[in-house]
């Protein structure tokens, strides 16, 4: 079954930066594009960054775009999310998803990231 | 980018209820419109794909329709396991846009 296992997340200082991971198993993760999606406490699902199966295109949320870079590993079957230049507004879970086409069929369980000094 | 409003933003209802929420795009998405669960504390989960597609293993009480720019998600008959958030998903267009969700509630 699709198993996708987020790590990562901490408490980071604003300006510093932090990476997160997502291990997948399950399935061919070579032939799917994949997503971070993140939620603030409380609050509704805001869509991050989603790179395609081959990741030769990668596409960024507003709030997101020139900070964070999704990024992808096929030999480790592993997809990451570099982010840079933190505020307490990146505070959320930050969950990794499957890509069915571009629509999101499957989630991780999150982690979360807490940006505070 | 597309915005998505989701009515209402929560409602109360009892077990055997019929619920319905609806979700409006700012422009017109076609089908590409998804429908997700979410409990507290746990991962969303897809309900339906496509505007209409029931996704493999989801009971037959819910079901989605809609095309262009108004959507809805119905509850045929609220059970105690439906008590949770509902969000859309619109992927015709970068960025992806979720509705605001749908808290349903017991009456």
């Known amino acids: 079954q699709v198993q996708l296992v987020e790590s990562g997340g901490g408490v980071v200082q604003p300006g510093r930066s932090l990476r997160l991971s997502c291990a997948a198993s399950?399935?061919?993760?070579?032939?799917?594009?994949m997503h971070w999606v993140r939620q603030a406490p409380g609050k509704g699902l805001e869509w991050v960054a989603l790179i395609w199966y081959d990741g030769t295109n990668k596409y960024y949320g507003d709030s997101v775009k020139g900070r964070f870079t999704v990024s992808r590993d096929d030999s480790k079957n592993t997809l990451s999310l570099q982010m840079n230049s933190l505020s307490a507004d990146d505070t959320a879970i930050y969950y990794c998803?499957?890509?069915?086409?571009?629509?999101?069929?499957?989630w991780g369980q999150g982690t979360l990231v807490t940006v505070s000094s | 980018d597309i915005q998505m409003t989701q009515s209402p933003s929560s409602l109360s209802a009892s077990i055997g209820d019929k619920v319905t929420i609806t979700c409006r795009a700012s422009q017109v998405i076609r089908n590409n419109l998804a429908w997700y669960q979410q409990k507290p504390g746990k991962a969303p989960k897809r309900l339906i794909y496509?505007?209409?597609s029931l996704q493999s293993g989801v009971p037959s009480r819910f079901s989605g329709s809609g095309s262009g720019t108004e959507f809805t998600l119905t509850i045929s008959s609220l059970q105690p396991e439906d008590f949770a958030t509902y969000y859309c998903l619109q992927h015709n267009s970068y960025p992806l846009t979720f509705g605001g969700g749908t808290n349903v509630e017991i009456k």
């Open positions: 496509g505007a209409s």
């Open positions: 998803a499957r890509a069915a086409g571009v629509v999101i069929d499957y």
């Open positions: 399950g399935f061919t993760f070579s032939s799917y594009g």
